[in-house]
DNA sequence: GTGAGCTATATCGTACGGCAATATAGCTGC
DNA sequence: GCAGCTATATTGCCGTACGATATAGCTCAC
C-alpha cells in the first residue's frame, strides 16, 4: 500500500483520468482504481465518497442517479469541461515534480 | 507552486536525500531544496521545523546544535542508518507509484 | 546607537483530508 | 432470515501544510 501523502496527491488526478475515459459510479471507480494498479491503490468509501463530492462541489465533475437492475442505484459521475482542464494542469504538475525528483536522485537510483 | 498534497508526499524524500548527501541545518536545507528545483519548492519555516522534529522524532535523522562566526547558532542534521532505508523505501515507493501513473496516462499524454 | 534586514529556530491556530467505523438499503443464494 | 456483496453517506480522529507571530544574533547604513 501506498502513503497516506502519496494517495492524498494522487486521488484527484487517478480519480479524473478514469472519469475522462468514459463516465463511472463512485463504487466502480473505486474498483477501476484496483484493477489498474495491480491491487494497490485501494481506497475506501471514507475516502472516496467525500471526495466525489468536493470534487462536484468545485465542479470538475458532475453527477446523476441512475437504477440498477441488480442492487441500489447508483450515482453517476462525469468529468466537466473545467474537470478535463483541471486533469491536464494536474498532469503537467505531476510530470513537473518527477523531473525535479529524477534530477535530485540521478543516477543514484540504485532501486532495482 | 506545487499543491499541498503534491508537497506533503514529497517533503520527507527530498529532506532526506539532501541530508543523504551531507549534513544540514534547516534553513539551508530549505534554501537547497530551493535551488535544486529552480524556486519551485519553497518551503516556510512552519512547514520545515516541524517536519525536522517529526523525522528527528522517528529516528530518521539525528541532530547536533552547532555556533556559527556569522549568526545565531544552527541545528545540524545528520541522516541516520534507518532515516536512510526509509529513504530508499520512500524511493522505491515514488517510482512505484509513478509507473502506475504513466500506464494510466499512457500514450495520452498530451503535456508538452 | 538604532533601526532595517538577513539569518536561524520555534510554536500556535486554522484548515483540510485520509480513513476506520458506522449506518442504511437493495439484491442473491442458502 | 441471514450472510455477503453491491452501493452510497456521514461522523470522528489524527496528521499535517502553512500563515502568523515570537525570539535572537549579526551586519550595514545613517
New binding site residues.
Given amino acids: 500500500m501506498f502513503s ?2 502519496l ?2 496527491a494522487s ?1 484527484q488526478p487517478v480519480v479524473l483520468t478514469i472519469l475522462s475515459r468514459k463516465e463511472a ?4 471507480i473505486m474498483q477501476r482504481a484496483l484493477d489498474l494498479s495491480d491491487g494497490r491503490l485501494k ?5 472516496l ?6 470534487l462536484e462541489g468545485r465542479g470538475l465533475i458532475a453527477s446523476v442517479w441512475r437504477p ?1 437492475d ?3 442505484r ?2 453517476y459521475y462525469r468529468l466537466t469541461t473545467k474537470g478535463a482542464a483541471v486533469l491536464e494542469a494536474d498532469k503537467r504538475e505531476w510530470l513537473d515534480f518527477h523531473s525535479i525528483l529524477m534530477n535530485l536522485w540521478g543516477s543514484e537510483l540504485s532501486v532495482a
Same sequence: chains 1, 2.
Fill in positions: 497516506k501523502n494517495v492524498a486521488l459510479y463512485g463504487y466502480e481506497w475506501t468509501a471514507g475516502t465518497y467525500p471526495l466525489m463530492h468536493r440498477s441488480s442492487g441500489p447508483r450515482k
